[in-house]
């Protein structure tokens, strides 16, 4: 058996966990590769989440909003370092991103 043989049955075994606990199992073609993000994913939290903060963005950019906030998204988790010292800078990924002030 070839090392992607090996890969392929490893990724298929924690994919398995992983839907079994309760994780949704994404579609490829719903992945927007540009932004590395699944959109359907964070419109649907911040949207569920955070409705007053949402319609406040929407009023600000009434053009496609879905389509700015995604790109707004995207820069900051660019942005985002781990290991700054400064708190702010420190986002820890999509969710961080997400539950704090997104910079516009």
Not at 51 to 71: G, I, M, R, T, V
Not at 88 to 97: A, H, I, K, P, Y
Request: a neutral charge; hydrophobic letters at 35%; aromatic letters at 8%.
């Amino acid at each position: 058996m070839d090392n992607k043989s090996n890969e392929s049955v490893i990724q298929n075994d924690m994919i398995k966990q992983l839907v079994a606990n309760g994780w949704l199992l994404g579609k490829p073609g719903n992945y927007n590769r540009k932004l590395a993000l699944y959109e359907e994913d964070i419109l649907g939290f911040v949207k569920e989440t955070q409705d007053s903060q949402w319609q406040k963005f929407c009023a600000l950019y009434p053009n496609n909003p879905e389509q700015k906030f995604l790109e707004r998204v995207a820069t900051q988790l660019n942005k985002a370092d781990p290991n700054a010292a400064n708190k702010e800078m420190r986002t820890f990924g999509t969710l961080g991103v997400l539950r704090h002030d997104l910079r516009d």
